[in-house]
């Protein structure tokens, strides 16, 4: 059984960093683009990061360009999300998610597992 696990979500004052981490388990997704997406408080969840299979290509909401960056262990089957000067308004639901295909998605219909999420709230 396929399962994402993400971790390193806190409270962080706003210009902090924090570094988000998701392990796969149950499979190897070596092959798969994976992604971060992300769901404030009465908002819609929404696309943040995604990489490729190998990590050649990266992609980020507007939003986050220049202050975030997704990277992926594929010995490790894990994505990261290192972000950086963050911002009360980056306070959301954080959720990892794999796409069963190579490239790179921003659609939420694109991914087809999702882990569970991990909080992160910034202080201002």
């Known amino acids: 059984q396929v399962q994402l696990v993400e971790s390193g979500g806190g409270l962080v004052q706003a210009g902090g960093s924090l570094r988000l981490s998701c392990a796969a388990s149950?499979?190897?997704?070596?092959?798969?683009?994976m992604g971060w997406f992300r769901r404030a408080p009465g908002k819609e969840r929404v696309f943040v990061a995604s990489i490729s299979w190998n990590g050649g290509s990266t992609l980020y909401a507007d939003s986050v360009k220049g202050r975030f960056t997704i990277s992926r262990d594929n010995a490790k089957n894990t994505v990261y999300l290192q972000m950086n000067n963050l911002k009360p308004e980056d306070t959301a639901v954080y959720y990892c998610?794999?796409?069963?295909?190579?490239?790179?998605?921003?659609?939420?219909?694109?991914?087809?597992?999702w882990g569970q999420g991990t909080q992160v709230t910034v202080s201002s």
């Open positions: 149950g499979r190897t997704f070596s092959a798969s683009a």
């Open positions: 998610a794999v796409r069963q295909y190579p490239g790179i998605a921003t659609s939420y219909s694109e991914f087809r597992y």
